[in-house]
């Protein structure tokens, strides 16, 4: 809130011309009406519970504006009512209307506003209200120099104390000049193209040789807390540099009031009117504040928006930059609203720190849009600086939690979970890569199969064909097996069963010599043809255990009908048929992309939702120890969560655990009869049990829901896999439970998830308790014991 104390600056226009001399009681007149009218205030007449009482509420944009409308009120000179041609003043209870012929809205660039009155007795008066320098700038220079001399020395007393000062200032414009004026004000109001540009010239040729009625003070009150917000800002290390378009007495009070600027800071103070002088006290001021900071003295810089046009003007950004960064404070006023956004662009190109403008007036927009993050406060000056901000706050000091509780809080958490995520996926791909490598080495790899090598290309057909005596010796095919299936011997232990009859009529009761017969028997056999021959199956052939169906010798089709079911089976060996033209019965097996597409949607949904989880919910401080010690934001400035050397110790940590989960299965299960299916059980549930492990061993904060995801994940795969594994259609069923009555994948299991986060755990224990960060120095514990406490319990 605004609260407006006001001091009218009584002014004597001292002019020689005698058609307007006023007396000293008109002057003040005037200065009253100044404020009442040159304004963009709209009063709005609000009801009370008393029918016969009505306040008067003044709406506008600028608190200042309002807090002078009132003021004039208050002194008898009431704004009752406007309207786009008119406005009623109540004058010590007598209503006087005024035309409003023009009005030049204020500007920052030229810092001032006027308006055009028409007076009830047809004279015309420019009431003009802005910023001191500005005004100073229009005022008619045949003045007596003492008042503006003594005008200028109340401003300067004002704005010492803080307050934000503005100049009123009169013209009466005669039948000519408003002639002048109107016509090209209505050419310019009506145009199309170029309106603002118009506008502004008329308001600078009208707006002059204006005579000085006064001065008006305003205190602009400091939100609650906002010392103590830039004080706590400055201690995280956050450089706080402020652009305001006040004055720079004003701007250097309230920095003081603020606790930006402090008794023991050295001020360097850059304020020029030209290019040279300008150009010099950079220099000079450079040179100082290099030997201040030889002897560590803080400094301060203040510098004028004059000096910056200049200074930015000319190349000379590389110097102001490396003055301010030497500068612990840097205030700049009189700043227009670009040259608010030039100086957040030109800390952005020369640095790579991260730039936050907070603002809440529309001169602040362009500062908010050039920053990296931008802050609009709601308050009395409108909406614009929140509407085109990222965040939007009411209070200055609500820009402490933002940044010290929610920023460390959220750097925290993305810089861990940008590396845990590459861990997790990382791990699982590396797992699967191996499995992969394996199986192209398998498959294409001979282990010495081919010992009669004729060169077929095929490292089967190597290992068998290259024989002459072929025939006489077929069953070493049994032993020419590659890949995950080279150890199924087929019906290498049993009798050759020869397939003379082409035909399948009664699929129920075969007849001896079809090869449904032969596939049927329990007994292990090795199937040969005795033909060439096309089998137009009526009804799936389903296969049972330990059989080699060998077409190798013949011309053998099954074709045009159904085809071979291998179910529930093991030691199933086919080799040399033509198998094509099936009819599709429904009964399709699942293939193993299926399958490893399967694991990767387990796998990311059972590591996605901790993931998720404590991506939101994890705090690795309180919220009152990161407000009672704001240094600990630091730790986002120093790269603390997220670096190189972290980034390669989790990959080398990736690359330990995959290796640990790949190979001991593999190594133990080597020369078993398990197949690839139960080791594949193995493999997702080591990888799903340490990425969630991996997790739990980082969170700080549990809440129900974290250890809900997180043993839930893990429960969820257990049960997934026993399902998947119950399906009698899919491949592998009953894998799990047939290894998981082995006391050996228990222990695989333990083992693999000990030996992967051991070293991790190591690691993180001499860091904590040797090296410990400020955050762990906070936290209070050398390692984390919630974790701990859960393993154990
Ligand atoms: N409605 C107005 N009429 C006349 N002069 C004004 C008006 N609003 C502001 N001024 C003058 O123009 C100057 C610059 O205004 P601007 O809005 O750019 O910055 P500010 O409000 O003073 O500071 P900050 O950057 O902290 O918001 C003010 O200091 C004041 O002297
Ligand atoms: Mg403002």
Redesign the pocket.
Known sequence: MVTSFWQPVTAFCENHNSEHEYTSIKRIYEFFLALATCNTIVPLVVDTPDPDVKLLDYQGE?P??QALAYAAAAYGFMLIERTSGHIVIDIHGERLKFNVLGLHE?D?DR???SVILGYPDNSVKLFV???DTTMFSIIDKSYNMDLIKSTETHLHSYSSLGL?T?VIGMRELNTSEFEQWHTSYEAASTAVFGRAAMLRKISNHVENNVCILGASAIEDKLQHGVPEAIESLRTAGIKVWV?????QETAVSIGFSSKLLTRSMTQIIISSNNKASSRKSLKDALERSRKLDAVSMQIALIIDGGSLVHILDTDHEEELFQLASLCSVVLCCRV??LQKAGIVSLVKKRTSDMTLAIGD?A??VSMIQMADVGVGISGQEGRQAVMSSDFAMGQFRFLVPLLLVHGHWNYQRLGYMILYNFYRNAVLVLVLFSITVLHIKNSTERRNLGYFSCGTGNPIDDCWRCDPNWQQNRKRLADCGIGFGRNAIGGRDGKFYVVTDPRDDDPVNPRPGTLRHAVIQDRPLWIVFKRDMVIQLKQELIMNSFKTINGRGANVHIANGVCITIQYVTNVIIHGLHIHDCVPTGNAMASPSHIARLVMQFLIVYSALPTIIVGILDKDLGRSTLLRHPQLYSAGQRNEAYNKKLFMLTMADTLWQSMVIFWPPLFAYWKSTIDVASIGDLWTLAVVILVNLHLAMDVVRWYWVTHAVIWGSIAATFIVVMIIDAIPKLPGFWAFFHVANTGLFWALLLGIIVAALLPRLVVKFIYQYYFPSDIQISKGLPINITFLSILLS
Do not use: I
């Open positions: 600028s200042d504006e204020f920052s810092k001032r506003m209200k802005g910023a934000r503005l652009l305001t378009g006040d004055k227009a609203p007036g001169n602040d």
